[in-house]
């Protein structure tokens, strides 16, 4: 199964893959929504899971959200919020636009792969 974990910093991409790794998932980065839907345009297909940032540049999660939600291709993906938005309006306002679940940072591994799993509709046994 693949991911694809969407964040400006390299670092929160690198400790994403870490994680979900270990559980057997592969991972493709983007460093911004623009690159994101870049990807989705080359391997929809193949992704399984979107994991999001909210603040980026070029183009934020929100609306890579709202685009990703708008093109038949890719509504099917699930999408996980993975920011350090934690305002209650703003978590709101993304599950309103379709995001399937949502993660602040910082997280542990474990938070991680558990909200994983939620999104793909899978248990994980620990």
Not at 74 to 92: C, D, L, Q, S, Y
């Amino acid at each position: 199964m693949k991911i694809l974990s969407v964040d400006d910093s390299f670092v929160i991409r690198r400790i994403i893959t870490d994680a979900v790794s270990v559980i057997g998932f592969d991972v493709v980065g983007a460093a911004n929504g623009q690159e994101a839907l870049d990807v989705l345009e080359r391997e929809h297909s193949d992704i399984n899971l979107i994991l999001l940032d909210w603040n980026m540049p070029v183009m934020d999660g929100y609306t890579t959200l709202c685009n990703i939600r708008a093109d038949e291709r890719f509504r099917g993906i699930p999408v996980m919020m993975v920011t350090t938005e934690a305002e209650r309006e703003n978590v709101v306002r993304a599950i309103q636009a379709g995001a399937n679940n949502y993660l602040c940072k910082p997280f542990s591994p474990q938070d991680l792969t558990t909200k994983v799993m939620e999104s793909l509709g899978m248990g994980l046994d620990m």
